[in-house]
């Protein structure tokens, strides 16, 4: 409740200029990392992560093999996402909800073919293995209503594996964007490191058309080094709705303005989030 009452100034100050703010909510399961409240993590498998933890999130050395989550932890998860989607909307102020099942965390965990070693109903083919996501986004709509914009960011690739493919390849794509059209979502994140590029082998279609094909009714956001202006308009040829910035609005908070005039977006540097991740306006105080 404190954190939730805290965000009131931002949204705040979001409504009085006129915008509208949405809610990303997530559960970093066996990613997460300097964590003093923990001696542990959990996620669905007793599987150790690949790679390294992030230095300037606090993190140091390899991930520790996390604890497998018994079903009342689940349980437990799912809950916990909708009690935060609840708070973010009527105490918080947020104008939406979007949940975080990308980037190799907790829902995408349950996800991945090689992290989810379970031989439960959370388990095996990759219908079976989006079942978390489906039952926090059924979850999330019932705790929020119908009024209120839900969307589900999803990915291939990870924080600690950019380059993973989903196994089943464009048929599993198709089993996946149908089941989130058909979960009360009014809206999927589509990101990829690079969102233009086909997303199996080197031809095809985008993560981005396969979602459009597949979700024709939902909104689609793409991410994904589409701060340049000319991807970003193939994305959105290939059936984005939308355009979402990371790195490239942190580089240019003014991004819309400088391709309106035709100015080159400026390069992400990523001392901005050096040593340690927290953002320092004063970076950008040369651009409003």
Same mark, same amino acid.
């Given at each position: 409740?404190?954190?939730?009452?805290?965000?009131?100034?931002?949204?705040?100050?979001?409504?009085?200029?006129?915008?509208?703010?949405?809610?990303?909510?997530?559960?970093?399961?066996?990613?997460?990392?300097?964590?003093?409240?923990?001696?542990?993590?959990?996620?669905?498998?007793?599987?150790?992560?690949?790679?390294?933890?992030?230095?300037?999130?606090?993190?140091?050395?390899?991930?520790?093999?996390?604890?497998?989550?018994?079903?009342?932890?689940?349980?437990?998860?799912?809950?916990?996402?909708?009690?935060?989607?609840?708070?973010?909307?009527?105490?918080?102020?947020?104008?939406?909800?979007?949940?975080?099942?990308?980037?190799?965390?907790?829902?995408?965990?349950?996800?991945?073919?090689?992290?989810?070693?379970?031989?439960?109903?959370?388990?095996?083919?990759?219908?079976?293995?989006?079942?978390?996501?489906?039952?926090?986004?059924?979850?999330?709509?019932?705790?929020?209503?119908?009024?209120?914009?839900?969307?589900?960011?999803?990915?291939?690739?990870?924080?600690?594996?950019?380059?993973?493919?989903?196994?089943? +390849? !464009?048929?599993?794509?198709?089993? /996946? $964007?149908?089941?989130?059209?058909? =979960?009360? &979502?009014?809206? @999927?994140?589509?990101? #990829?490191?690079?969102?233009?590029?086909?997303?199996?082998?080197?031809?095809?279609?985008?993560?981005?058309?396969?979602?459009?094909?597949?979700?024709?009714?939902?909104?689609?956001?793409?991410?994904?080094?589409?701060?340049?202006?000319?991807?970003?308009?193939?994305?959105?040829?290939?059936?984005?709705?939308?355009?979402?910035?990371?790195?490239?609005?942190?580089?240019?908070?003014?991004?819309?303005?400088?391709? +309106? !005039?035709?100015?080159?977006?400026? /390069? $992400?540097?990523?001392?901005?989030? =050096?040593? &340690?991740?927290? @953002?320092?306006?004063? #970076?950008?105080?040369?651009?409003?």
């Amino acid at each position: 409740m404190t954190q939730a009452l805290a965000w009131q100034k931002v949204t705040g100050a979001v409504h009085a200029a006129g915008g509208k703010t949405a809610a990303q909510l997530m559960h970093a399961g066996a990613l997460s990392q300097a964590n003093r409240f923990r001696d542990e993590t959990v996620g669905l498998s007793a599987v150790q992560p690949k790679g390294k933890q992030m230095a300037f999130y606090r993190g140091d050395g390899v991930y520790p093999v996390p604890r497998a989550m018994s079903e009342a932890e689940i349980a437990e998860a799912i809950d916990g996402f909708a009690r935060a989607a609840k708070l973010a909307v009527e105490v918080a102020g947020f104008d939406g909800i979007e949940i975080h099942g990308a980037n190799g965390y907790l829902l995408d965990q349950f996800f991945t073919d090689y992290a989810n070693r379970r031989e439960d109903a959370w388990g095996g083919a990759i219908g079976q293995r989006l079942r978390l996501s489906l039952e926090v986004a059924r979850a999330v709509r019932a705790a929020v209503g119908d009024a209120v914009p839900v969307g589900m960011r999803i990915s291939q690739g990870k924080v600690n594996d950019y380059t993973h493919k989903w196994a089943e +390849g !464009a048929d599993g794509a198709a089993t /996946v $964007f149908g089941l989130l059209a058909g =979960a009360g &979502l009014d809206y @999927i994140h589509v990101t #990829e490191f690079e969102a233009w590029r086909p997303a199996f082998g080197d031809t095809g279609p985008s993560l981005v058309g396969l979602a459009r094909r597949h979700a024709p009714e939902l909104t689609i956001i793409a991410n994904g080094g589409l701060h340049d202006p000319l991807r970003a308009a193939q994305v959105l040829g290939d059936g984005a709705d939308l355009i979402a910035l990371g790195r490239g609005a942190l580089a240019n908070p003014a991004w819309p303005l400088r391709v +309106g !005039a035709g100015e080159p977006p400026r /390069v $992400f540097d990523a001392g901005l989030l =050096a040593p &340690l991740g927290d @953002i320092k306006p004063r #970076e950008l105080e040369d651009e409003g």
